[in-house]
């Protein structure tokens, strides 16, 4: 019977075109939404390797102070952070965690291999305010001065990129420039952007404002923040209180204090943007679609009475007419979805998005192969009730 089913398909496939086009578009519509959603909850699953929780962020606007002015400012508030009972630790940054549309990157170099990553700064504080466990080394602190090699602490995916299987601690990085860097320390996940967001490469170099060079550095760039982590359910006035004193110190600066977990929030509403778009479009399509091959079904079933009938007055029961027009949706349904498959396994193929892993498109076909089959059945019941209900002498009188 599935040969049958196949065979009149073919035998009608002027008729059938529009129809397989429109599950084949429906078919790679709901794979793209479906690899969206597959990744998105397969990067939720992941530690995001850092603790976002009670970490507040001090933003900082020096305007177009000078650098030694800067740097008597941050000295100051500096000496506050520490003497401010409620505060546990606190370091410098400029990392855009949680802020999924900026990104800074940069390229090293080692044994003639490129390595592309993101690159940020931290503060010797910087592990401690965000728990961040080290798993090689150590992470920056003040002795780590810039010399001749700058030291440089990696996460693991920036690792496996070169030296997998070994201690990456001690070894030698280049950049465009020739310039050495040498790795002090390894890190696990570093996911800035939010739980939704996939894993990256990350290199951090130490950030601070105790020496000229560092000091000139940071004074030309307004992406420097303070991160301070916070006792326990530490009352939120508070806020208002550190951020008074500390706009005494700094007069002529522009300060706000904002929270990790704020940051949080935003970042996740903002990532999830692309995939609610892609599944509002895929859904329309699929409504268009579905509606499409309804109407096809229910006008097939009536021009097909006399046959129908016939088959009843052989000794078809119910449930063979059930089989027969569901059966050849399915078949209409599965020639859509061969051809859809046919080009959307080319993207694991070939990797044509290397961040995204194998399993994931996988997880994604399979449920879009079930989708469409879901709205083929859901499509050809009510045509198929209708065709059961045929009577053979009404059928064959009509005739």
Known sequence: MIKQFFKLIWNRKKHNFLMISGIFFSFLALALVATSISYSFTNYAKPLGFNYEDV???????KNLSSESVGKTLTQIEKTLESTKEIKSHA????????????????????????????????????EVLDIEMIEGKW????????????????????????????????????????????????????RSGELAGSESAVFQKSSYHDEKSLKQL?????????????????????????????????DWTLRIDTL????????KTTLIMPVILAVVCGFLCINVA?????????????????????????????????????ETLALA?????????????????????????????????????????????CALYPAWLAARIQPAEALHNE
């Open 291 to 327: 509606l499409g091959l309804f109407g096809v079904i229910w006008y097939s079933t009536n021009r097909r009475k006399a046959e129908i009938g016939l088959r009843r007055a052989l000794g078809a029961n119910t449930r063979a007419i059930y089989a027969q027009i569901i059966g």
């Open 92 to 127: 410098l940054s400029a990392n855009y965690i949680f802020q999924p549309m900026v990104y800074s990157g940069r390229d090293f170099f080692y044994e003639g291999k490129k390595l592309s990553c993101f690159s940020g700064e931290g503060g010797p504080g910087f592990s």
């Open 334 to 378: 599965t020639v859509g979805i061969a051809f859809g498959c046919f080009l959307a396994f080319q993207f694991p193929i070939l990797d044509v998005i290397g961040f995204i892993d194998d399993s994931v498109y996988y997880y994604a076909f399979a449920a879009s192969i079930i989708g469409i089959y879901a709205i083929a059945v859901i």
């Open 219 to 251: 004074t030309s760039d307004n992406w420097y923040r303070i991160l301070f982590r916070v006792e326990k359910d530490t009352p939120v006035a508070f806020e208002a209180q550190l951020l008074n004193r500390l706009k005494l110190i700094a007069k």
């Open 261 to 268: 977990d704020k940051a949080r929030k935003r970042a996740f």
């Open 56 to 62: 507040w962020i001090l933003n900082m606007d020096w």
């Open 140 to 191: 920056f602190n003040e002795s780590d001065h810039v010399g001749h090699r700058t030291p440089l602490v990696i996460n693991t995916d920036f690792k496996n990129k070169f030296a997998p299987d070994e201690n990456a601690v001690g070894k030698i990085v280049t950049d465009d420039d020739n310039d050495e860097y040498e790795i002090i320390g390894v890190i696990g996940e570093f996911r």
